[in-house]
Nanobody
Framework: EAQLVESGGGSAQAGGSLTLSCVAS?????????IAWFRQAPGKEREGVSV????????YYADSVKGRFTMSSDWQKNTVYLHMNSLTPDDTAVYYC?????????????????WGQGTQVTVSS
């Protein structure tokens, strides 16, 4: 059974906005984990989008989304969010939530041990 569940994906026009949610399930909690968003477009490698680190809970963003995407969290609800603004067709991908135990906030894919099932985001011009 999935331990991370993403939601909020769908279709948007260029310039539009979507907010993705990632909630822990099956008894899993975000305590002691960095939580990151990754995405994978067809024919491309999975890439890091943003992360909130364990401990200091600082956020970091890939250059491609800086100024457009913002992470937030509600730890009481065991939920993190990715607020996506000014979307472009290049943002089209399956978006995954992932957790890295005691992670410093890296966007290196191989460090993440727990993954959600992904949610599709499609942006049209």
């Amino acid at each position: 059974e999935a331990q991370l569940v993403e939601s909020g994906g769908g279709s948007a026009q260029a310039g539009g906005s979507l907010t993705l949610s990632c909630v822990a399930s099956s008894g899993f909690t975000f305590d002691n984990y960095a939580i990151a968003w990754f995405r994978q477009a067809p024919g491309k490698e999975r890439e890091g989008v943003s992360v909130i680190g364990w401990g200091d809970r600082r956020t970091y963003y890939a250059d491609s989304v800086k100024g457009r995407f913002t992470m937030s969290s509600d730890w009481q609800k065991n939920t993190v969010y990715l607020h996506m603004n000014s979307l472009t067709p290049d943002d089209t991908a399956v978006y995954y939530c992932a957790a890295d135990r005691q992670g410093p906030g890296s966007l290196r894919t191989y460090l993440y041990s727990v993954w959600g099932q992904g949610t599709q985001v499609t942006v049209s011009s």
